[in-house]
T-cell receptor, first 114, second 112 residues
Framework: KQEVTQIPAALSVPEGENLVLNCSFTDSAIYNLQWFRQDPGKGLTSLLLIQSSQREQTSGRLNASLDKSSGRSTLYIAASQPGDSATYLCAVSVYGGSQGNLIFGKGTKLSVKP | KAGVTQTPRYLIKTRGQQVTLSCSPISGHRSVSWYQQTPGQGLQFLFEYFSETQRNKGNFPGRFSGRQFSNSRSEMNVSTLELGDSALYLC???????????FGPGTRLTVT
């Protein structure tokens, strides 16, 4: 059974710092991996999607990497800003089932202090 | 393009009642998935629909059901509501299964 873990559960950093959020999964047979952010009481905003054949994806100050063999993904945020404060979730979809079934981690709650 | 829309945004129901939630996907998207989010369990997959067919269902009791219409809009139903059904219900759409999923704002259901 696929399980997704995100460490740490919470992180507080000063504005301007570069940071890394971690995501690990137990079964390397993933179809893709997606990173989201969620603001309090809101829906999820898709940040990056990495297909299983890719190693990384970049969007602005965000860079996500994928290492299927070790079951790990990282989300790198450069020059953090207070507006980056949110909960960050990673999710994987797996082969052998419905690719529309995302399995989520519990998230990392990020706080960027001015 | 308009994003995923969900109605209603907030709902208060009493135990034993039933509820219907609606989701309109992004135009052109044919796949719709539903998720339940609670503080204790996090985000859990409910079901996925594609071309009016349920492709997969998560580990939820039969009280949870759904359907998809020919225009890709989807509804989910919860019958005989329990206190534990209080949650944020999120709908996501994608062009096809396995593509990037885009989420709606959710429906906050409170069962009293």
């Amino acid at each position: 059974k696929q399980e997704v873990t995100q460490i740490p559960a919470a992180l507080s950093v000063p504005e301007g710092e570069n940071l890394v959020l971690n995501c690990s999964f137990t079964d390397s047979a993933i179809y893709n991996l997606q990173w989201f952010r969620q603001d309090p009481g809101k829906g999820l905003t898709s940040l990056l999607l990495i297909q299983s054949s890719q190693r990384e994806q970049t969007s602005g100050r965000l860079n996500a990497s994928l290492d299927k063999s070790s079951g790990r993904s990282t989300l790198y945020i450069a020059a953090s800003q207070p507006g980056d404060s949110a909960t960050y979730l990673c999710a994987v979809s797996v082969y052998g089932g419905s690719q529309g079934n995302l399995i989520f981690g519990k998230g990392t709650k990020l706080s960027v202090k001015p | 393009k308009a994003g995923v829309t969900q109605t209603p945004r907030y709902l208060i129901k009493t135990r034993g009642q039933q509820v219907t939630l609606s989701c309109s996907p992004i135009s052109g998207h044919r796949s719709v998935s539903w998720y339940q989010q609670t503080p204790g369990q996090g985000l859990q997959f409910l079901f996925e629909y594609f071309s009016e067919t349920q492709r997969n269902k998560g580990n939820f009791p039969g009280r949870f059901s759904g359907r998809q219409f020919s225009n890709s809009r989807s509804e989910m139903n919860v019958s005989t509501l329990e206190l534990g059904d209080s949650a944020l219900y999120l709908c996501a759409s994608s062009p096809d299964p396995g593509y990037e999923q885009y989420f709606g704002p959710g429906t906050r259901l409170t069962v009293t």
